[in-house]
């Protein structure tokens, strides 16, 4: 087998999904190959192309249906969020590095008591009382999309 035929990378992955003892999870197996998925990424490819190329390779999800871009991103948000250390290692819970300081501009205003419908007043969600103007939104999102699409 050659190592550096996507096709070949790609029939491997799949034959690993069906074993004698049952089928072992996409996730899973697609944990194990990252690295040759990541590679592809620096290549170039989109999500979209590794998908298609999975799917020649005879890649099956459980309900036997095609993998898809949008699986396969999903997939690799979740192996490279497990990948990470936690945000403020060493720090100890409930300290003040777990919730960061809102962003300049961000007005908070007083959260209204709103009332179950059984009339016992209900606590407020923590996003309830602070508000971001619409062009601080659009960048957070600008910068949330941009973010993903830098990913693996």
Request: proline share 9%.
């Amino acid at each position: 087998m050659d190592k550096d035929d996507p096709l070949q990378i790609a029939r491997l992955i799949a034959q690993e999904i069906m074993t004698d003892h049952g089928r072992t999870p996409v996730e899973r197996v697609l944990r194990r190959h990252s690295q040759s998925v990541r590679a592809w990424r620096e290549q170039g490819w989109t999500w979209g192309q590794i998908a298609a190329l999975l799917t020649k390779g005879s890649l099956r999800l459980k309900d036997d249906t095609a993998i898809t871009e949008r699986y396969l991103a999903a997939v690799f948000s979740r192996i490279r969020a497990k990948a990470k250390p936690p945000p403020h290692a060493g720090a100890s819970p409930g300290s003040a590095t777990d919730h960061p300081a809102a962003p300049s501009g961000v007005t908070k205003n007083r959260p209204v008591a709103a009332v179950s419908p059984a009339g016992k007043p209900r606590q407020p969600s923590p996003a309830q009382g602070q508000a971001i103007g619409k062009e601080q939104l659009r960048a957070r999102m600008a910068a949330a999309a941009k973010a993903r699409s830098d990913e693996i």
